[in-house]
């Protein structure tokens, strides 16, 4: 299962304290989930906005 970060996001950084992998990054638009992601499903549960979707 792998998750992405939709237009929703506000840049809050709540999914980047949330992950245990570090696998979410700043990019040049935005958050990204790297490949470093073990699927856990961390970030989902801490974004505030529901900005992070499965698939």
Same mark, same amino acid.
């Given at each position: 299962m792998a998750f992405k970060i939709t #237009? !929703?996001?506000v840049s809050c950084g709540t999914?980047?304290?949330a +992950?245990?992998?570090g696998a979410i990054k700043e990019? #040049? !638009?935005g958050f990204e989930?790297?490949?470093d992601c073990v699927? +856990?499903?961390a970030c989902l549960d801490a974004c505030p906005t529901g900005a992070i979707k499965e698939g």
């Amino acid at each position: 299962m792998a998750f992405k970060i939709t #237009d !929703d996001c506000v840049s809050c950084g709540t999914c980047v304290e949330a +992950c245990p992998t570090g696998a979410i990054k700043e990019g #040049d !638009d935005g958050f990204e989930i790297t490949s470093d992601c073990v699927s +856990c499903g961390a970030c989902l549960d801490a974004c505030p906005t529901g900005a992070i979707k499965e698939g």
